[in-house]
């Protein structure tokens, strides 16, 4: 058994894997139309920071990750971007995807609920439910690709500073899980689930 000092360490070494396959992906860019000289690396690193939508999902998928443990804490972050790019595909080729706006919004509110109920389904459910919500963030980032001015600067900026994001969702819920039973990173769940509702009634 796995002593409770060197989870950090497994932690730590799960999100630099994460990221490590995170950069090896295909392209893919915002989930909104970017035109002009606004394509490049700089407004690709820049949007998922700055995109609360995109920003809460994949900080999500990482908290819920380190949450829940085991090889929790590196599949999840991995399938996700994984994912993406089957669903940014379908998007690139203009497969009809109806509610992706919807399933983004639902994203953000079911993953936030999952990590304030500390919900720990089998891995392959919560990689399901990750599937899922992944298909519709690629789709929506595929579908706009083709408008960036420069398609391949941009996606790079955009899957690092993605890859970033889920180590930082990682490195969080370490933080946060071992204090007050874990409470602290339940109650930053029920935020990002809140959140979640603004983006599905806007």
């Known amino acids: 058994m796995m002593s409770s000092s060197s989870r950090p360490v497994r932690g730590c070494a799960a999100g630099l894997l994460s990221l490590a396959?995170?950069?090896?992906?295909?392209?893919?860019?915002?989930?909104?139309?970017?035109?002009?000289?606004?394509?490049?690396?700089?407004?690709?690193?820049?949007?998922?920071?700055?995109g609360p939508d995109h920003f809460l999902a994949m900080f999500a998928v990482g908290l819920w990750g380190a949450q829940m443990g085991g090889r929790a804490v590196w599949s999840l972050p991995v399938t996700f971007p994984l994912i993406m790019v089957l669903g940014g595909i379908a998007g690139i080729v203009g497969l009809p995807f109806p509610g992706v706006e919807i399933g983004i919004a639902l994203s953000i509110i079911v993953l936030g609920l999952a990590i304030g109920f500390a919900w720990k389904p089998a891995e392959w459910g919560a990689l399901l439910v990750i599937a899922v919500f992944a298909l519709c963030h690629g789709y929506a980032h595929g579908a706009e690709l083709p408008y960036a001015a420069d398609p391949a600067d941009y996606a790079i900026g955009f899957v690092l500073a993605t890859g970033l994001i889920h180590i930082i969702g990682i490195a969080v819920g370490l933080v946060l899980n071992p204090i007050y039973?874990?409470?602290?990173?339940?109650?930053?769940?029920?935020?990002?689930?809140?959140?979640g509702l603004y983006f599905l009634v806007r």
């Open 181 to 195: 039973g874990g409470r602290l990173s339940r109650g930053l769940g029920g935020v990002i689930a809140i959140a």
């Open 21 to 50: 396959f995170t950069l090896a992906l295909p392209a893919i860019a915002s989930a909104h139309i970017v035109t002009g000289e606004s394509g490049g690396f700089g407004s690709g690193f820049e949007h998922p920071l700055t």
